[in-house]
């Protein structure tokens, strides 16, 4: 369940990551694809850029949880943080 979460999670972040912002417009258009906007593509560093700051994300909030004495909670976020990890730097990620 944690690698689904911390999947679910960092291809969200991509998806946002490779969102751009469309024209403001007003007027009614109908028909399909009509307001498709190309989207971004990102280089492999950018996609580790993202799962770094997830894996980063975690791990500030795990000690957070951690110091407020929830580390059940901070157990979690510590094994997303890996699964992430595992994707970014397998060697690292096995220890």
């Known amino acids: 369940m944690n690698a689904i979460s911390a999947l679910k999670s960092a291809l969200s972040a991509i998806a946002n990551a490779e969102a751009v912002a469309g024209p403001l417009s007003y007027e009614v258009r109908l028909g399909a694809g009509v307001g498709d906007v190309a989207r971004r593509e990102l280089s492999d560093q950018d ?3 993202i799962l770094r700051v997830e894996i ?3 791990a500030t909030a ?3 949880y ?3 004495g929830q580390s059940e909670r901070a157990v ?3 094994a997303e943080a890996a699964v992430l ?3 970014v730097d397998p060697d690292e990620a096995r220890g």
């Open 47 to 49: 996609v580790t850029d």
């Open 56 to 58: 980063e994300e975690r």
């Open 85 to 87: 990890l595992d994707y």
């Open 66 to 68: 951690e110091h407020r």
């Open 62 to 64: 795990a000690a957070q």
């Open 76 to 78: 979690k976020l510590r």
